[in-house]
Nanobody, 124 residues
Framework: QVQLVESGGGLVQAGDSLRLSCAPS????????MAWFRQAPGKEREFVAG????????YYADAVKGRFTISRDNAKNTVYLQMNSLIPEDTAVYFC?????????????????WGQGTQVTVSS
């Protein structure tokens, strides 16, 4: 089985930056695509950014495009989400996710592996 552990969340002010990290372990050879989702209280879990592990293709939700950057370090087997110019609307629990398919999708139902989540709170 695959385990995902997120880190890097915290409480920041609007305009600040954070970098989230996701370190997969276990049967990581089965992972082809990784993504970040977020969920605010009372809202559905929404797609934030995704990356094809081997190719490096990326995709971003419109709400974060130009502010967030997803990347991977193959040597460290780690995926990052660099979040700049944070706004209060970014406040949510951020989840790292993974799937075996190389095709990027934005549906949470397509991702079979999930981390425990890390809280990001942006104050105004």
């Amino acid at each position: 089985q695959v385990q995902l552990v997120e880190s890097g969340g915290g409480l920041v002010q609007a305009g600040d930056s954070l970098r989230l990290s996701c370190a997969p372990s276990g049967r990581t050879f089965s992972i082809s695509t990784m993504a970040w989702f977020r969920q605010a209280p009372g809202k559905e879990r929404e797609f934030v950014a995704g990356i094809s592990w081997s190719i490096g293709d990326t995709y971003y939700a419109d709400a974060v495009k130009g502010r967030f950057t997803i990347s991977r370090d193959n040597a460290k087997n780690t995926v990052y989400l660099q979040m700049n110019s944070l706004i209060p609307e970014d406040t949510a629990v951020y989840f790292c996710s993974a799937r075996s398919s190389r095709v990027l999708t934005t549906s949470s139902l397509s991702y079979g592996y999930w981390g425990q989540g890390t809280q990001v709170t942006v104050s105004s």
